[in-house]
């Protein structure tokens, strides 16, 4: 899995009502824009909302959607959804900074709806998986898989889905912004902590298995060495049939106590993917400390011009 950077701005854009009837200029300016944010030290991609397809007559990818508020959400919806989400990776803040500028300063018809800025702190490698710790001080990403050709097979949209040609190798990917209530999770012993997660905090399982090997929950029927309501226990209660998706989030920190995880997630089946899993993590201990305030479903196209030229097309 190629290295995450330390650090990433998500910016979500609208194209100005009065000009969606020219979509062919708008999407012009899309596509200069994301040229002259890219560089050397600068990674972009683009996710397109659902609403970005109400211009065009091109079939959208079929489980695209305006993310619904799941139990437990307040979502705001300034802070949520968008024609497009525009998606930098870097090494440092000021090179995203200047990628966004530049982003926006070829797109006259299309207006910033939202934007979070995020970081992997202890971002490392152990085993083949790129691992960060979070702002409820535990170690995540133990659940990816490890070789490409996993995380392809994971992600992206292949024929025979049932989703429109011009889709095909791209990806699903859902942004939560979620604000975590760290003093109140502090409060808690670090066992309490662990057995709210359903892991320890460098990663090892509670029933003693290593963090990169697979605990057999099914030897734990009632929950005695990890809780039945733990997070990982509800999000993948097969260990080893992983939940269809693959991972990569950052911690933010917009001070004032508003700070958390911009979580992230691809996937080839959205409702086979994220949808299944937050609807199993309905009712999880870990509850109370979290609240999504924020994000939006999105669709990344395939690599290349031809989802363009399919759009421009219709």
Not at 52 to 68: A, D, E, I
Not at 82 to 99: F, H, M, N, P, Q
Not at 177 to 184: E, P, Q, S, Y
């Amino acid at each position: 899995m190629q290295k995450p950077a330390k650090f990433v701005q998500c910016v979500a854009i609208d194209v100005i009502s009065s000009v969606v009837s020219r979509f062919p200029v708008a999407l012009g300016q899309l596509v200069e824009g994301l040229g002259a944010a890219r560089s050397g030290r600068v990674s972009v991609t683009v996710g397109l909302g659902s609403s970005f397809f109400s211009s065009v007559h091109v079939l959208p990818p079929r489980h695209l959607k305006r993310m619904p508020r799941f139990p437990g959400d307040l979502l705001d919806d300034s802070q949520a959804h968008g024609d497009v989400l525009v998606y930098l990776e870097g090494e440092s803040k000021a090179d995203l900074e200047d990628a966004a500028e530049r982003l926006l300063s070829v797109m006259p018809t299309w207006r910033r709806r939202w934007r979070i800025d995020g970081f992997r702190k202890e971002n490392r490698n152990e085993e083949g998986k790129w691992l960060a710790r979070n702002p409820f001080h535990f170690t995540e990403g133990f659940g990816n898989p490890d070789t490409e050709r996993d995380i392809i097979g994971r992600a992206a949209v292949v024929p025979g889905q049932g989703e429109p040609t011009w889709a095909e190798g791209g990806s699903y990917q859902v942004i939560r912004v979620v604000r975590f209530a760290t003093n109140l999770w502090d409060r808690d012993s670090v066992d309490a902590q662990e057995r709210i997660i359903g892991r320890r905090r460098e990663g090892r399982w509670l029933d003693g298995t290593p963090g990169e090997e697979q605990p057999n929950f099914a030897a734990d029927p009632h929950g005695k060495a990890t809780p039945l309501d733990s997070h990982v226990r509800l999000a993948a209660p097969d260990r080893r049939n992983p939940p269809p998706m693959v991972r990569r989030s950052y911690s933010y920190d917009r001070g004032g106590g508003d700070s958390g995880l911009i979580f992230s997630c691809f996937q080839r089946d959205l409702v086979r993917g994220f949808e299944a899993v937050q609807r199993r993590l309905e009712g999880e201990s870990l509850a109370k400390y979290v609240l999504t305030t924020g994000g939006g479903y999105f669709f990344v196209p395939p690599p290349g011009d031809s989802w363009t030229e399919a759009l421009l097309q219709s």
